[in-house]
């Protein structure tokens, strides 16, 4: 049972480039969503699913793109990237609004 | 304004030494409050779900409470392995569903 996998685990960008950071999950949840966790703050939010086809923007979405094409993989693209963009990035799934997430391991970006 | 705080920032405990964090927070009303455990480098790993005051729920050495105002997770005669970041997380009703509000955690750390 593999969860939430997210690749890759680390990535170096120069500013302005783009990437997709990929998120997968075989628990056939059909919540997803994107959070950043920086230092002395707490995990915000980016972007979430709550299905194939349906995706909402969370509290920081600028800069940031998904697609749900479907239920098990949910990726995240950053457009051009900015030093502002470095971070840790965790994709989470869970059946419901009101159920546990489960996380996967993180990407630790880093935008020179 | 809808906001978590959780205190200690860190707490350094021997042994067996029991004590409590707290997670205060401010909603219009709570739909839920969530407890998770990250161990560096990891993902947060989802522990309790709380839905009204007075409920409890326990795992192991952990105990979660729920008042009006705060929670409190308990740690009773902690070992070297609970070491790790506690992050409380609030759902409010009347906002999004799935946008949970986070505290910037509290660093747990028992000497053996």
């Known amino acids: 049972n593999a969860g939430v996998t997210q690749t890759p685990k680390f990535q170096v960008l120069k500013t302005g480039q783009s990437m997709t950071l990929q998120c997968a999950q075989d628990?056939?949840?059909?919540?997803m969503s994107w959070y950043r966790q920086d230092p002395g703050m707490g995990l915000r939010l980016i972007h979430y699913s709550v299905g194939a086809g349906i995706t909402d923007q969370g509290e920081v979405p600028n800069g940031y793109n998904v697609s749900r094409s479907t239920t098990e993989d949910f990726p995240l693209r950053l457009l051009s990237a900015a030093p502002s963009q470095t971070s840790v990035y965790f994709c989470?799934?869970?059946?419901?609004?009101?159920?546990?997430?489960?996380f996967g391991s993180g990407t630790r970006l880093t935008v020179v | 304004e809808d906001q978590v705080t959780q205190s200690p920032e860190a707490l350094r405990l021997q042994e067996g030494e029991s004590s409590s964090l707290n997670c205060s927070y401010t909603v219009s009303g709570l739909r839920g409050l969530f407890w998770y455990r990250q161990d560096p480098g990891k993902g947060p790993e989802f522990l309790f779900t709380l839905y009204s005051a007075g409920e409890e729920k326990e795992k192991e050495r952990l105990k979660a409470t729920l008042t009006k105002k705060e929670s409190f997770l308990h740690i009773t005669a902690p070992k070297p392995e609970d070491s790790a970041t506690y992050l409380c997380?609030?759902?409010?009703?009347?906002?999004?569903?799935?946008?949970?509000?986070w505290g910037a955690g509290t660093k747990l750390i028992i000497k053996p």
């Open positions: 989470a799934s869970s059946w419901g609004d009101n159920y546990g997430y489960t």
């Open positions: 997380a609030v759902q409010a009703r009347g906002g999004s569903n799935y946008q949970l509000i």
């Open positions: 628990m056939n949840h059909e919540y």
